[in-house]
């Protein structure tokens, strides 16, 4: 994955962070927010370098409609689709093709949280996975949530990342402190920073 790619989630924290109406929302509300800002930019990226047959799952995404779900396992999860048609009537049914990117954040600032989301990027399929977890630990990622994560990142054979941003019950205060994310790859059992 290259770094253009993991920029949409510091531009869509960007957007969120921005959003006047972001001072009186909780912390939940503006994960949800930036959850959805990044959903539509990942979408956006895809349709781009990889055709138009993409959709982006997440909670309140408006890509879930005409699949008729709410989220689609992961809290972001972005898919090659097509279609096929019903025996009766024709009607055009869109299935998965492939899964291409799947994303889990946890903002808990709990190993057992965290440790549960992260699990689910283990049965997923997708050629990217990545987690979204908060820097606010002291700021010492590696062994506040990467070390123990680890026994885990080895069952991922697939491209892994871990990024840390400002938790969302700071994003009412627009600082400097939102544009500190950083990013880690797993690569021969190791956390890299990127």
Avoid at 84 to 98: D, G
Avoid at 147 to 164: R, W
Wanted: glycine share 4%; charged share 25%.
């Amino acid at each position: 994955m290259n770094m253009e790619l993991l920029s949409h989630i510091s531009k869509s924290l960007g957007r969120t962070v921005q959003d006047p109406s972001n001072q009186k929302d909780d912390h939940n509300t503006r994960s949800r927010k930036f959850i959805g800002n990044l959903t539509d930019s990942l979408v956006e990226y895809f349709k781009r370098n990889e055709g138009n047959s993409i959709v982006g799952f997440s909670k309140g995404s408006p890509y879930n409609n005409e699949f008729g779900l709410n989220e689609f396992m992961f809290d972001i999860h972005i898919c090659r689709y097509d279609f096929t048609e019903s025996s009766i009537h024709a009607i055009k049914i869109p299935f998965i093709v492939e899964p291409i990117l799947q994303l889990e954040s946890e903002f808990a600032e709990s190993n057992r949280e965290s440790i549960k989301d992260f699990s689910k990027l283990v049965v997923g399929k997708a050629k990217y996975k990545i987690m979204i977890l908060p820097n606010s630990m002291k700021n010492n990622e590696v062994d506040n949530y990467l070390k123990p994560q680890s026994p885990i990142a080895k069952y991922i054979h697939e491209e892994l990342y871990a990024v840390f941003i400002p938790h969302p019950r700071n994003w009412g205060k627009f600082t400097e402190d939102v544009k500190n994310i950083k990013y880690y790859k797993f690569s021969n059992d190791n956390w890299e920073q990127c």
